[in-house]
């Protein structure tokens, strides 16, 4: 039968086939097309046998199986893969017609096809979603952008399909955000601040195994409680459960078992590079993504650690003498007051990029998308709401008065603990990155005049005074001693 369909979905990789079980059980009729046409065939024997989904073999059938305005969203490849199947697409449809981009583009490549697609009339959606696996099956993060028109159409399947929150659990985690790549560039942030939150855990396991010396039942006793407090949140949560799983294999931890390399997809990059770009200072995802790539050389760290040394002793010296409670209390507040900094420094990335390309992102709006669903869910996103309601033009989130304060209550453990970690060699780049930009935030003056009148000496780059407007240079080699 044509027509039948109120959504169509191309791309049966896991995040799609979760998606459209997702759609189905709420009541929506889905088109399901892979160019791989086997796949279809086994994702309709199962999972998605007995449900409101139909098959398609070709592009050609998909579109006839989609009511009007013919909804196509898809769930490939980022990059080269998005641009041939929009291609192939496109000339299958009508004016009124949209195409969802619900993977992990880059925001420019949809401001790109938007600017492609609109003189045939093709109205394109870039959609950030976020939740893995689970969350697309039950309920994700969805960060839609584009041409504003597509969204009447879209909006109640994305919102019966988002997670829920507030005191009912009727709120969506999903809304509009804003034209162009908006939705892209949101979710690009989104991850660039997973890579920090990820990293600055990470630094905390480090500190309390290697420099407290906690076993795995220990470290799951710490972020269970954890979970309970401030930090309550799903990485927190997932790193409490890792601790309990035990390898088949070997019958030890299994988190014990895997190679300390970590893989990248680009998102985390993406987002360290575009700050360069805007002039901000997003310094602690910059710092975990270059993390994950010093981690990437294994071999080469494992000859160095032959090679150079570090505090010999210091460690156990620690673990004999340390207040294990007090010492975990400290790795807590620090891990806290680091991950205000996160989100301090991408919220302010969004605002930067909100002026920048005339997006009017709403960044409480923002927060609440975060607050279900996604890899980033935590209870303190409720605070970060909370922050720009009582003012939206917030400068920036260390402004503040409740994480102001949090941060000045937190910030002598915060010292203690990048100091220890100094002190036992234990690389936190995460947390330092974090007290730097604090530190550099809050200084009234910078040593950067003397980097300035470097420019000016060597490059003639001038330089502004403190105590008259306009712009110098002196002759440096003419006046030195």
């Not at 470290?219 to 997932?238: A, H, M, Q, T």
């Not at 975990?328 to 991950?339: C, G, I, M």
């Amino acid at each position: 039968m044509a027509q039948q369909c109120d959504i169509g979905l191309i791309g049966l990789a896991v995040m799609g086939q979760n998606l459209i079980l997702n759609m189905a059980d709420h009541g929506y009729q889905v088109a399901a097309f892979n160019r791989t046409t086997s796949r279809v065939d086994e994702f309709l024997a199962w999972p998605a046998q007995g449900k409101s989904i139909v098959g398609c073999r070709s592009l050609e059938e998909f579109v006839r199986n989609l009511k009007k305005p013919r909804i196509a969203m898809l769930m490939v490849k980022a990059g080269d893969p998005v641009k041939q199947t929009v291609k192939q697409l496109a000339p299958l449809l009508e004016p009124g017609d949209i195409i969802i981009d619900g993977g992990n583009s880059c925001f420019l490549d949809t401001e790109e096809q938007i600017k492609e697609l609109q003189p045939q009339g093709i109205l394109y959606m870039g959609t950030g979603i976020s939740g893995g696996e689970e969350g697309a099956r039950h309920g994700p993060s969805i960060m839609p952008g584009g041409v504003k028109e597509a969204w009447p159409h879209v909006r109640p399947i994305f919102q019966a399909i988002a997670a829920k929150v507030g005191p009912n659990n009727d709120i969506p985690c999903c809304d509009w955000v804003g034209a162009g790549g908006a939705g892209h560039y949101v979710k690009m942030v989104h991850n660039g601040i997973e890579y920090g939150d990820m990293q600055l855990i990470s630094e905390a396991y480090s500190l309390l195994k290697d420099g407290l010396g906690l076993n795995n039942d220990e470290l799951y006793d710490v972020f269970d409680e954890w979970n309970r407090g401030e930090l309550d949140s799903y990485l927190i949560e997932i790193t409490r459960d890792i601790f309990s799983v035990i390898d088949d294999k070997t019958g030890k931890a299994l988190v014990d078992m895997i190679l300390d390399k970590a893989g990248q997809k680009g998102t985390g990059k993406w987002t360290a590079q575009h700050a360069m770009d805007l002039g901000v200072p997003t310094t602690l995802i910059t710092e975990a993504v270059f993390a994950r790539t010093l981690s990437a050389l294994k071999e080469q760290r494992v000859r160095a650690g032959k090679v150079l040394t570090g505090p010999a002793g210091e460690p156990k010296e620690f673990r004999l003498s340390a207040d294990r409670e007090d010492f975990v209390n400290q790795v807590r507040k620090a891990l806290f007051a680091s991950k205000v900094c996160s989100y301090t420094q991408g919220f302010f990335q969004l605002q930067a990029a909100s002026k920048e390309f005339d997006w009017e992102l709403e960044h409480g709006a923002i927060a609440m998308l975060w607050r279900g669903g996604c890899i980033i869910r935590a209870a303190f996103l409720e605070d970060i709401k909370k922050a720009y309601d009582r003012n939206p033009q917030l400068e920036n989130l260390l402004f503040d008065e409740y994480f102001s304060a949090e941060v000045i209550a937190n910030q002598k453990a915060w010292r203690q603990v990048v100091c220890t970690a100094a002190r036992l060699g234990l690389p936190v780049p995460a947390m330092s990155a974090a007290l730097n930009y604090y530190d550099s935030y809050r200084s009234a003056r910078l040593p950067h005049n003397l980097l300035q009148a470097q420019r000016d000496y060597f490059g003639a780059h001038t330089y502004e005074r403190v105590d008259e407007e306009g712009s110098f240079h002196t002759d440096w080699g003419k006046l030195k001693r």
